[in-house]
């Protein structure tokens, strides 16, 4: 991923949130369509874009058809490039062997979101596939992150004591973390307690972030950072264009994600 | 499901975490052969239980066709039977949607299990569901719970306050939480925050809890509980008379549950 990352000069992660619904009304309402969808928007964004991260969801809820479509888009995505599943799993160790060989085995994901709040039982059983990577939730960039991330333990806030402890679970190569980037205040003192670890922030685009404070609070010298995008790419036009807009509205974000590299990276 | 409860003398659970590795040696290792598997082990034990949890884990392990297994194994579960996916999935508000089109719509499960970590977000938009329930981590039974759920956060514990809070954004038809019953010294302090809420309370057999503790502590006035037997049900005999020695143990469950609802549930 990092080799990719100096070589495109960007750090964005394409966020593929299909939501069947929206497709362009050339393409059909169906799991059929939803591939076709995928396969077109990898294709148009794969010169600016290092990750795909696919959420799971938006497949599971058109059953096992879904699930086939999202094991074929998997498929579309071409060698290199750092593919998570955004599946916020968690659970204890004999059910996150079965997630490992879901999304390892099964599918050939590099990565895969996981909620921290049954602890090292939920991210363990992943960490014997040692190439690939765990991305754990740290602190959301949903409004209500705040009911229990932003509570008080002790001196810190939850979300630095999940920081503080799971990154001693494994080392930063098998270990990532989601950082809202409407927080990018908080970059700093995530950076203080992470150095290391690459984080994906989503909540760039549609969710609303700003990509300089990102990457001004939270680049590290390897860039250290996976900046997700899905709907403003997604559905950047509506039309039989849609492809060729993606492509556009990608590119637009290498193009700033190219100038903050040079700016505040340090090979 | 208190109807059910209180027809069967039973708050049984069935878990349905079912390995295709351990399947008995008759039946085909293979999703075909988990189906039949699982019905049996239903239509086994279907006198004694009122409630059937599919842990979703195990069936995404097999890809689409594992996803196929699990929803007809859903359809295979009688009417009456309350139907948990175990599937502790928690996300933000438009993932969260799609999870519930999955789970509530695409296949018609009566609850799901979610996780607390990102807040109110992860819970609502399950509840424009009025039939539905939400099945929520509070304490559970491994060992590295203890990384987060019991930190303290100001005068109580993580799990404590992830109890209170929640509790404000439903009702306790609408509502339930996953308690650990190896913490059965906790099932007071619980009670106290949540009285007449129902808790699925995992960890009995395999995992080690004591029935007639949770009864004495868990248990309120419309018995609030279900208690969940995975392995011990499933995995009673490896040969071809499975089915039959699982539904020996599940009628031991459900004589023990008969006795304690005689002791501890007031009508």
């Not at 495109?8 to 799991?31: E, F, M, Q």
């Not at 932003?150 to 920081?163: D, F, Q, S």
Request: proline share 4%; net charge negative; aromatic share 10%.
């Amino acid at each position: 991923m990092k080799n990719e990352i100096f070589r495109l000069k960007s750090y964005l992660c394409v966020g593929l949130d299909t939501d069947i619904t929206r497709l362009p009304k050339h393409l059909p309402a169906t799991p059929e369509g939803m591939l076709a969808f995928n396969q077109q928007i990898i294709e148009a964004t794969a010169d600016f874009a290092v990750s795909y991260k696919i959420n799971t969801a938006f497949y599971e809820a058109q059953g096992a058809e879904g699930w086939h479509v999202m094991a074929e888009t998997l498929k579309a995505i071409p060698v290199g490039k750092f593919t998570i599943a955004d599946a916020k799993r968690g659970d204890i160790g004999n059910t996150v062997t079965q997630y490992a060989k879901a999304f390892f085995e099964k599918m050939s994901f590099d990565a895969i979101t996981v909620a921290p709040y049954m602890g090292a039982d939920s991210v363990t059983p992943f960490l014997a596939y040692l190439d690939k990577t765990v991305v754990l939730l740290a602190l959301t960039s949903n409004e209500t992150a705040q009911d229990f991330q932003t509570l008080p333990v002790g001196e810190e806030m939850l979300y630095e004591k999940v920081l503080r402890t799971s990154s001693t679970w494994a080392n930063p190569s098998q270990l990532m973390y989601v950082v809202g980037a409407t927080k990018a205040t908080y970059l700093q003192k995530i950076r203080a307690i992470v150095p290391h670890h690459f984080l994906l922030v989503p909540g760039v685009g549609a969710q609303g972030g700003s990509l300089e404070e990102v990457a001004r609070f939270g680049m590290n010298s390897e860039v250290g950072l996976l900046v997700n995008a899905s709907r403003s790419i997604l559905y950047a036009s509506a039309g039989e264009d849609f492809a060729g807009q993606a492509r556009q509205e990608a590119q637009k974000l290498q193009q700033e994600m190219a100038i903050t590299i040079d700016k505040y990276a340090q090979r």
